[in-house]
T-cell receptor, first 117, second 111 residues
Framework: GAVVSQHPSWVICKSGTSVKIECRSL??????MFWYRQFPKQSLMLMAT?????????EQGVEKDKFLINHASLTLSTLTVTSAHPEDSSFYIC?????????????FGSGTQLSVL | GNSVTQMEGPVTLSEEAFLTINCTYT??????LFWYVQYPGEGLQLLLK?????DKGSNKGFEATYRKETTSFHLEKGSVQVSDSAVYFC??????????FGTGTLLAVQP
């Protein structure tokens, strides 16, 4: 089946630094990718929708200048947390959708646990 | 707005025990409902789904019935195995067809 690879699995960084998370679709072209985050004991929440070759669409309350999303190719989307702070510590998950598929037919990465000291 | 509420884990069971993970939703309209499973070190994958009231989704011995009257979609399995240990997410497709997830419930099955 389709595979989505997400790296790194976990990262620890100092406050004020930037962190990049990669999401790759290994055996299909993903025209649309999604980024989610989950704070402890809270729901997995959609942050943004990324379409290849165009600007990402951010959900309400998500700062687009802080969470930079790049989807420059059909197999790669990156999320950069700029000037990370402890409150950004969270579990980040990406997912990818095959062309013409509905948003129900998603393939997920295994997630990235970010800890900001 | 639309939301999903599921029971807080962890749920710890012995092998062959009966499993229920509760899930309720709030929605305008009639969303599709899903259960996703995340095994250790892997991405979420769709376990089962139901698209309308009274539908029953089933897969790998797991079942869930779409109950409109109680706005619920509880996950059940008659006899769990150690290999079922994972995090289970309940979800609905919202008005914009985006997935809305619950908090996830960690299931630990002991031999």
């Amino acid at each position: 089946g389709a595979v989505v690879s997400q790296h790194p699995s976990w990262v620890i960084c100092k406050s004020g630094t930037s962190v990049k998370i990669e999401c790759r679709s290994l055996d299909f072209q993903a025209t649309t990718m999604f980024w989610y985050r989950q704070f402890p004991k809270q729901s997995l929440m959609l942050m943004a929708t990324s379409n290849e070759g165009s600007k990402a669409t951010y959900e309400q309350g998500v700062e687009k200048d802080k969470f930079l999303i790049n989807h420059a190719s059909l197999t790669l989307s990156t999320l950069t947390v700029t000037s990370a702070h402890p409150e950004d510590s969270s579990f980040y998950i990406c997912s990818a959708r095959t062309p013409r598929a509905t948003n129900e037919k998603l393939f997920f990465g295994s997630g990235t646990q970010l800890s900001v000291l | 707005g639309n939301s999903v509420t599921q029971m807080e884990g962890p749920v710890t069971l012995s092998e062959e025990a009966f499993l229920t993970i509760n899930c309720t939703y709030t929605a305008t309209g009639y969303p599709s409902l899903f259960w996703y499973v995340q095994y250790p070190g892997e991405g979420l994958q769709l376990l089962l789904k139901a698209t309308k009231a009274d539908d029953k989704g089933s897969n790998k011995g797991f079942e869930a019935t779409y109950r409109k009257e109680t706005t619920s979609f509880h996950l059940e399995k008659g006899s769990v195995q150690v290999s079922d240990s994972a995090v289970y997410f309940c979800a609905q497709s919202g008005a914009t067809n985006k997935l809305i997830f619950g908090t996830g419930t960690l299931l630990a099955v002991q031999p």
